[in-house]
T-cell receptor
Framework: GNSVTQMEGPVTLSEEAFLTINCTYT??????LFWYVQYPGEGLQLLLK?????DKGSNKGFEATYRKETTSFHLEKGSVQVSDSAVYFC???????????FGAGTQVVVTP | DGGITQSPKYLFRKEGQNVTLSCEQNLNHDAMYWYRQDPGQGLRLIYY???????QKGDIAEGYSVSREKKESFPLTVTSAQKNPTAFYLCASSLDNWGINTEAFFGQGTRLTVV
C-alpha cells in the first residue's frame, strides 16, 4: 500500500538556521505530493505541493522538489523564523488510492 | 469566504454517550474526510466520502459512524463503542479525491475529551 515516512521530531533550531525535513514515500501510480503545516490548536494548512517528477513547490521561503528516482519530497528553508515553529506533515495523493496519505508529522521548534 | 467549518471547537463527553461532530463546507467539494490526531502522532483516516449518499471506512472506523445526506455536510458520530475517543478530530474536503491537481482543505478541528 501507499505510505509516507518523515523524519522524527522535534527538530530544534535557532532563528536564521537552515531547515530540512526529510520525506520519502511508497506509492503505486503517479502521486501528487504535499507539505502541510499545523500551528498549535489549529487545522492543517497547505504549504506547497508538486504534481509530477522534478516539479518544485515553493511558498513562504519553503521549497520541496519531487524526486521520483529517490521517491523523496524533502522540505527546506534557508533561514527559519520563530513564527515557523509548527508541525509539518508530508502527504501524498494518488489516483489509484483515492485519498490522502499523511506522514506522522515533524515538530519544528525555532528559538530566538 | 469559502471554507470548512467544524463545530464545536471543544466537546466533552461522558463515558457511554454518543456525540456528533459537525463539519460543513461551502467549497462545492465532492470529497470529504474525517481524521483523528493523537498527541505526537500523525493523522489517521476514519471515514471518507467521495459523493453524496456514499462513504467508505478508513483505517480506524470502528466505533465511529458518518452520513453524507448533503454535499456540504459530513457529520461524524463518536459512539460508545469507541474505547478511547479523546483526541483532536479534523475534517477535510477536496474538489475530488483522485484528480492530480486537487488538494485537501482542513477545518480548525474539534477537541473531544471524555470525562
Amino acid at each position: 500500500g501507499n505510505s509516507v515516512t518523515q523524519m522524527e521530531g522535534p527538530v530544534t533550531l535557532s532563528e536564521e538556521a537552515f531547515l530540512t525535513i526529510n520525506c520519502t514515500y511508497t506509492a503505486t501510480g503517479y502521486p501528487s505530493l504535499f507539505w502541510y503545516v499545523q500551528y498549535p490548536g489549529e487545522g492543517l494548512q497547505l504549504l506547497l505541493k508538486a504534481t509530477k517528477a522534478d516539479d518544485k513547490g515553493s511558498n513562504k521561503g519553503f521549497e520541496a522538489t519531487y524526486r521520483k528516482e529517490t521517491t523523496s519530497f524533502h522540505l527546506e528553508k534557508g533561514s527559519v523564523q520563530v513564527s515557523d515553529s509548527a508541525v509539518y506533515f508530508c502527504a501524498l495523493l494518488t489516483d489509484s488510492w483515492g485519498k490522502f496519505q499523511f506522514g506522522a508529522g515533524t515538530q519544528v521548534v525555532v528559538t530566538p | 469566504d469559502g471554507g470548512i467549518t467544524q463545530s464545536p471547537k471543544y466537546l466533552f463527553r461522558k463515558e457511554g454517550q454518543n456525540v456528533t461532530l459537525s463539519c460543513e463546507q461551502n467549497l462545492n467539494h465532492d470529497a470529504m474526510y474525517w481524521y483523528r490526531q493523537d498527541p505526537g502522532q500523525g493523522l489517521r483516516l476514519i471515514y471518507y466520502s467521495q459523493i453524496v449518499n456514499d462513504f467508505q471506512k478508513g483505517d480506524i472506523a470502528e466505533g465511529y459512524s458518518v452520513s453524507r445526506e448533503k454535499k456540504e455536510s459530513f457529520p461524524l458520530t463518536v459512539t460508545s463503542a469507541q474505547k478511547n475517543p479523546t483526541a483532536f478530530y479534523l475534517c477535510a474536503s477536496s474538489l475530488d479525491n483522485w484528480g492530480i491537481n486537487t488538494e485537501a482543505f482542513f477545518g480548525q478541528g474539534t477537541r473531544l475529551t471524555v470525562v
